[in-house]
């Protein structure tokens, strides 16, 4: 296998890996995939574990950008943080942050 090939096969692989976080935040935005069913779900799927949890809570109906980076702010949690780095305690605090209803 070529370099060239090599690196191909990266990019698709790369492709194939945003597709999916492009879903994912598709179904959080039709309200198919509620916020502690990212979590629920990231224990099973690895790409969804390595996605960025930003860019899913900013697409939950009616929270948006700038209630999600306060929430993080407050919560001290950084923006870069990934859905699969949240313990239940992080979880629960972001929750109440963006005053969300367990479920």
Same mark, same amino acid.
């Given at each position: 296998?070529?370099?060239? @090939?090599?690196?191909?096969?990266?990019?698709?692989?790369?492709?194939?890996?945003?597709?999916?976080?492009?879903?994912?935040?598709?179904?959080?935005? @039709?309200?198919?995939?509620?916020? @502690?069913?990212?979590?629920?779900?990231?224990?099973?799927?690895?790409?969804?574990?390595?996605?960025?949890?930003?860019?899913?809570?900013?697409?939950?109906?009616?929270?948006?950008?700038?209630?999600?980076?306060?929430?993080?702010?407050?919560?001290?949690?950084?923006?870069?943080?990934?859905?699969?780095?949240?313990? @239940?305690?992080?979880?629960?605090?972001?929750?109440?942050?963006?005053?969300?209803?367990?479920?």
């Amino acid at each position: 296998m070529s370099s060239s @090939d090599a690196r191909e096969d990266v990019f698709g692989e790369i492709a194939e890996v945003r597709a999916a976080w492009a879903g994912y935040k598709q179904r959080v935005v @039709d309200d198919e995939l509620s916020y @502690d069913g990212i979590f629920a779900l990231a224990t099973q799927d690895p790409v969804l574990a390595a996605m960025k949890l930003l860019p899913l809570i900013e697409s939950i109906p009616e929270i948006g950008k700038v209630k999600s980076r306060r929430a993080l702010e407050s919560c001290d949690i950084g923006e870069t943080r990934t859905v699969g780095s949240f313990d @239940d305690e992080h979880q629960t605090a972001l929750r109440d942050a963006l005053g969300l209803a367990r479920g």
